[in-house]
C-alpha cells in the first residue's frame, strides 16, 4: 500500500514579502487557519518581549546568542532594526523541508531577497494593498518576484495565496491501494 505522497512534489518554501500596511499578519492568519499542514516560521530578535505578545510569535534571545548564530551560518537573513537584531533561523525552515511540510516566511522585501539568494528553489509572492506597484524584476534580467497578490480583500487574498500553495501540500495523505 502506498499513500498519496508518493506522487506529491517536494515541500516548497513561499517568501511572502510586502510594504508595511499590506495585511501580512491578517492574511496568513487565515492561510493557517485553511491549511494546517503549513508552517509558518517564527523569527528571532534581541529585543524584549512586549507584554502583549504570545509565546510563539518570536524567538527572543540574548544579543550573544544572535551573534553566534550569524556566526556559524545559522540563519537566512537577518538585519538591525531600532537597534535590535531580527531575523529568521536556518535549521527549522530547513527541517520542515525536509520533512516534506511547506514553509511560509513573511519578510520584508531585503529579507525575502536575502532568502532567495541562500534558497533558489523559494517561491516569492508579493502582497501589496489596493494600487500599490510593487517591484517586477531583478538586475540579472529574471523577474524577481514569482506572484503579486493585491490585498483588496483579506479573505480573496489568502484565498489566493492558499491556491498558491497548493492543495497537495495542505491536506494530509490518504492511502489508497495499488492495484
Known amino acids: 500500500m502506498s499513500t498519496?505522497?508518493?506522487?506529491r512534489p517536494a515541500a516548497r518554501l513561499t517568501l511572502l514579502a510586502g510594504p508595511a500596511g499590506a495585511g501580512k499578519e491578517s492574511v496568513i492568519e487565515l492561510?493557517?487557519?485553511?491549511?494546517?499542514l503549513l508552517w509558518v516560521s517564527v523569527?528571532?530578535?534581541?529585543r524584549a518581549r512586549c507584554p502583549y505578545e504570545a509565546d510563539g510569535t518570536r524567538l527572543f534571545v540574548h544579543p550573544d546568542e544572535f551573534?553566534?548564530?550569524?556566526?556559524?551560518?545559522?540563519l537566512l537573513e537577518w538585519g538591525r532594526y531600532a537597534g535590535h537584531l531580527h531575523g529568521t533561523p536556518?535549521?527549522?525552515v530547513q527541517s520542515r523541508l525536509r520533512a516534506a511540510q511547506p514553509v511560509l516566511l513573511s519578510l520584508d522585501l531585503p529579507g525575502a531577497r536575502r532568502v532567495r539568494a541562500a534558497m533558489p528553489g523559494s517561491r516569492l509572492v508579493f502582497l501589496v494593498p489596493p494600487g500599490a506597484v510593487p517591484p517586477t524584476t531583478q538586475p540579472h534580467g529574471?523577474?524577481?518576484i514569482?506572484?503579486?497578490?493585491?490585498?483588496?480583500f483579506v479573505e480573496r487574498a489568502a484565498?489566493?495565496?492558499v491556491g498558491l500553495l497548493g492543495s497537495s501540500f495542505l491536506t494530509p495523505a490518504q492511502p489508497r491501494t495499488s492495484g
Do not use: C, H, Y
Not at 4 to 7: E, K, L, P, Y
Not at 31 to 36: D, E, G, H, L, T
Not at 67 to 74: R, T
Open 4 to 7: 498519496v505522497d508518493d506522487a
Open 31 to 36: 492561510i493557517r487557519a485553511r491549511s494546517p
Open 43 to 46: 523569527p528571532m530578535t534581541t
Open 67 to 74: 551573534e553566534a548564530l550569524i556566526a556559524a551560518d545559522g
Open 90 to 92: 536556518r535549521q527549522p
Open 142 to 144: 529574471g523577474a524577481e
Open 146 to 152: 514569482d506572484r503579486v497578490v493585491v490585498n483588496d
Open 159 to 161: 484565498e489566493e495565496l
